[in-house]
């Protein structure tokens, strides 16, 4: 028989046993128990963005904004929020056609504390405009910035994008969440049903659905102040609160550049140059969404298409002092010209291309012309601008209007128009440096409601993909003297191929100076593929015959095309143009040596020679002239740089550490005053507990002595 001091033992070990087993099992249902109490919403989140002078964007509390979500389905519903918040904060629950300036801007400034959050929820069933991008874009980084001819925020008619509504450029001090999936929708939308849609005067009363949006940014200011913030933090820890907006242009000419040593490169002002350019990013108010199909895609499509035409139509020069042509898609446009600006830099300092390339440097006195492809919203319809007398000009636009009647392309083009006044297009980098700058902007008149918006989209732009890449090598050119019964006429297929057409025989005029004597044209199926590839799925055919046979397939998803921060590697759009560049535009080995050559004898060959699948996927071995080139502002190349200056672009992105989105059920105050005064008062009985059972200790824990057996 144990002693009772043995036995004592014993039960505070089985007690220790059973407190530590019921600790364990509360662990595992601990996760099972959050699940209960919260359900994750997923969308995008609204970002803050930084440049010399302002602070854009959104941000949640360091915490996290929890806001009562209430649903607004007319104005009458702001109101409520505004006006009355019985129980607030609220997080209003707005469709995108009650998201304008008006009651946002009202929700900022009116709304006051009574707003933690704003929720935008897919239904574009009542849109019919929506654009968050200023009615001029980049306006302070044109040409004649800040004058009375310049374009005019006051007066749409006077605008480049008459539907903004200026919100991507405004500061709010709450975080605005985009729901885009309808299941995710619709769980808010029923849980804002069964706890919050009734006796509304009396909500502070009950619990209430609300939500949690975790997104706070650590930028401040401005892009000077959160830059030198970063720096001094990293003398002490390494922390940085934003990092500049920055990427890769990317770039290819039509004929081989001729290849010298390193130490014999030198600027040759014999080497003429035609520079034809467009944008290939875009941009949005929320992270990772926003395919920019009209705003930037088209033209990009476009440059793409002329500069696979004239790969084909050109495989080298006819005449031996003909032109060169430099095919640049500039990324980060859409901030201040970041990508143009920073070409014009390297141009000006000898800097284009990089010493790896092997070929000499090129400067502004090298381009004969630019042609500057701005946006298409109207394909059938363009406007010719140039900022100086150019003798280009008419020879364009006569040229334009010839192949038009000879083809019946259905393009027309409007006088050419001398102006300052330019749409937002790259060649503002190029005039700012020099007035007279030999730049001609081929664009239309502004015709996209969803101008920088995530509804620049598949159905903005009425894209329907044909798939006819089975039965058709979206890698030859089409006659023109055949009917194409795949696509409608007025499918933006073959609108597109159109315009592509118009611009690539003009083009082929200006360098050799003839006519285009053939009847092919650019292809309507690969301006099939290729929007297909940006806008719905990179796993397409035009990607995969762009890369090495056993490259492993990508994402079905859209590209990315916004220009976002420094990276060890190109972003996704850039990534797949250089590839299409060189596949597309890069020459074929001739036939004879084409049929010998393996994958290694390919490689053996080194730079500027690539294997690419092919549209076979068997594999081609081809003669590449594509390349990068930094697209990150000059700014940040000079320690002493005036950002106040407006020359050079200042954007910057904050650094945020965590976002996510999730609805639960709020107590009312009462309930959480109640629940606080309850936890108190036991907090209070168990110290008079603990206080009592320490007093009475040697009575109640009184050990007896083992008993003697004589």
């Known amino acids: ?68 979500l209430h ?59 929506y654009s968050q991008e200023s009615r001029c874009p980049n306006q302070f980084s044109g040409l004649i910035s800040g004058t009375a001819d310049s374009c005019s925020v006051e007066r749409p008619e006077k605008s480049w994008n008459p539907w903004g509504t200026g919100l991507l450029l405004e500061d709010f001090p709450f975080p605005i969440y985009y729901v885009p999936h309808p299941e995710e929708i619709q769980k808010m939308v029923d849980c804002f049903a069964k706890f919050n849609n009734f006796d509304l005067e009396n909500q502070h009363r009950r619990s209430l659905c609300s939500i949690e949006i975790k997104s706070f940014m650590s930028a401040a200011v401005d892009s000077r102040v959160c830059l030198a913030r970063s720096i001094f933090f990293n003398s002490l820890n390494p922390v940085k609160f934003c990092d500049p907006l920055q990427g890769k242009n990317v770039f290819a000419t039509l004929f081989p550049r001729v290849q010298v040593k390193l130490e014999d490169r030198k600027v040759d002002l014999n080497e003429r140059i035609i ?16 395919v920019g199909a009209m705003d930037s895609l088209v033209p990009f499509t476009v440059l793409v298409s002329v500069s696979h035409f004239l790969a084909k139509v050109l495989p080298k020069r006819l005449q031996d002092d003909n032109p060169n042509v430099l095919f640049m898609f500039f990324n980060g446009e859409s901030y201040d010209y970041i990508g143009s600006q920073r070409f014009v830099y390297d141009l000006q300092k000898g800097a284009f291309p990089t010493k790896g390339g092997l070929t000499n440097p090129l400067s502004l006195d090298n381009i004969d012309l630019m042609i500057d492809l701005g946006t298409f919203d109207d394909p059938n319809n363009l406007r010719i601008y140039h900022a100086s007398e150019l003798a280009a000009v008419p020879q364009i636009a006569q040229a334009i209007d010839q192949i038009n009647r000879k083809w019946n392309l259905n393009v027309t083009a409007e006088a050419p128009i001398l102006t300052k006044n330019l749409p937002p297009v790259s060649s503002h980098s190029f005039l700012r440096e020099n007035a007279s700058f030999p730049s001609v902007v081929v664009t239309s008149a502004p015709g996209n409601r969803y101008y920088h ?17 089975r039965t058709h090598d979206f890698t030859e050119l089409e006659d023109l003297q055949q009917t194409i019964a795949d696509f409608p006429t007025n499918s933006i297929q073959m609108r597109l191929r159109n315009i592509s ?42 990607f995969m015959a762009a890369v090495k046979p056993d490259f492993p397939r990508p994402f079905p998803i859209s590209p990315q095309r916004y220009i976002s921060v420094h990276s060890t590697l190109p972003s996704e759009a850039s990534s797949w143009t250089i590839r299409l560049l060189g596949f597309l535009v890069g020459q074929p080995l001739p036939n004879d040596t084409a049929a010998n050559t393996s994958r290694a004898d390919c490689q053996a060959l080194h730079l500027p020679y690539n294997w690419f699948a092919g549209y076979s996927g068997h594999g081609e071995c081809r003669l590449t002239t594509q390349n990068f080139s930094q697209a990150s502002s000059p700014a940040f190349l000079d320690d002493d740089y005036d950002f106040r200056s407006g020359r050079y672009s200042t954007w910057t992105e904050s650094t945020w550490r965590e976002m996510s989105a999730r609805i639960f059920l709020q107590p009312a105050a009462s309930h959480e005053t109640l629940t606080l005064s309850i936890g108190f008062v036991v907090m209070l009985l168990s110290f008079v507990l603990v206080f009592l059972i320490n007093s009475r200790s040697e009575v109640l824990f009184n050990q007896c002595g083992a008993s003697t057996v004589p």
């Open 275 to 290: 520079l034809v350019s467009s944008r290939m990013d875009t941009t949005t108010m929320f992270d990772g969404v926003g």
């Open 501 to 542: 057409t118009l611009l690539g025989m003009t083009l082929y005029e200006l360098i050799t100076k003839t006519a285009y004597p053939g009847t092919l044209g650019t292809s309507p199926y690969l301006i099939d593929e290729f929007l297909y590839c940006f806008l719905e799925s990179a796993d397409c055919p035009l």
């Open 1 to 68: 028989m144990g002693s009772p001091q043995s036995t004592n033992v014993r039960q505070w070990a089985t007690l220790l046993l059973l407190l530590v087993i019921a600790a364990s099992v509360q662990n595992a249902d601990s996760q099972r128990i959050k699940d209960n109490m919260y359900a994750s919403i997923s969308g995008a989140h609204c970002f803050r963005r930084l440049n010399g002078t302002h602070v854009t964007g959104c941000s949640s509390r360091q915490g996290g904004s929890i806001g009562v």
């Open 453 to 469: 918006s995530i509804y620049d989209d598949s159905e903005n732009l009425k894209f329907v993909y044909g798939n006819h890449s």
């Open 71 to 129: 649903l607004v389905r007319s104005v009458a519903d702001i109101d409520f929020v505004v006006e009355q918040h019985p129980a607030g904060p609220y997080a209003p629950v707005i469709p995108p056609h009650l998201f304008t300036r008006e009651n946002i801007l009202r929700l900022r400034d009116q709304g006051g504390e009574h707003v933690s959050a704003v929720v935008l929820i897919n239904n574009a069933s009542e849109l019919v405009q």
